[in-house]
């Protein structure tokens, strides 16, 4: 497989973790998408391990997310930069401390986030609650689920 077609569904795949972060894009199956045209651009045994690992854990990943509370997101001016931060922290707690950190990443990103919008610990705390139990752990699951996914395909690039 050439240079130009491993970061073309690089790029898919980080479109993909983006979308999971904006309601109505279907990042997850952006993110799957992406691995399957890599394992028939590339058929080899690493790349169909990959592409039936990431089947089955986004399947895994749906029921565990039908199992949560359903999402109760309000619109409002700060979503998006709430989900900016969110994104951020769960990436960079992914590769910092390697995989689990992207749980600690996504809730600090979202901290964050609530902490400068409202300035006080006490505030930001229970803003972070709520946002949590609105669906924020329904869109944890997605974005956890997606990243071992980009983990276990640049996995397979780099060293398959």
Not at 24 to 36: E, F, H, N, Q, R
Request: aromatic residues 12%; charged residues 15%.
């Amino acid at each position: 497989m050439g240079v130009w077609d491993l970061l073309l569904a690089g790029l898919v795949i980080l479109f993909g973790l983006c979308g999971v972060l904006v309601p109505g894009v279907p990042g997850s199956w952006l993110v799957w998408a992406a691995v399957m045209w890599w394992a028939l651009k590339d058929p080899r045994a690493v790349s169909w391990f990959v592409l039936v690992g990431a089947t089955v854990a986004l399947l895994l990943c749906q029921v565990v997310r039908w199992c949560l509370p359903p999402r109760r997101l309000r619109m409002r001016r700060a979503d998006r930069r709430l989900a900016v931060y969110a994104g951020c922290g769960a990436l960079l707690g992914f590769f910092l401390i390697p995989v689990l950190g992207a749980i600690p990443g996504f809730v600090g990103g979202v901290y964050l986030a609530e902490r400068l919008r409202l300035g006080r610990h006490r505030e930001a705390r229970a803003a972070l609650r709520t946002a949590m139990r609105s669906g924020g752990w329904s869109v944890l699951a997605e974005l956890f689920t997606c990243l071992l996914i980009m983990g276990a395909w640049l996995g397979a690039v780099l060293w398959g």
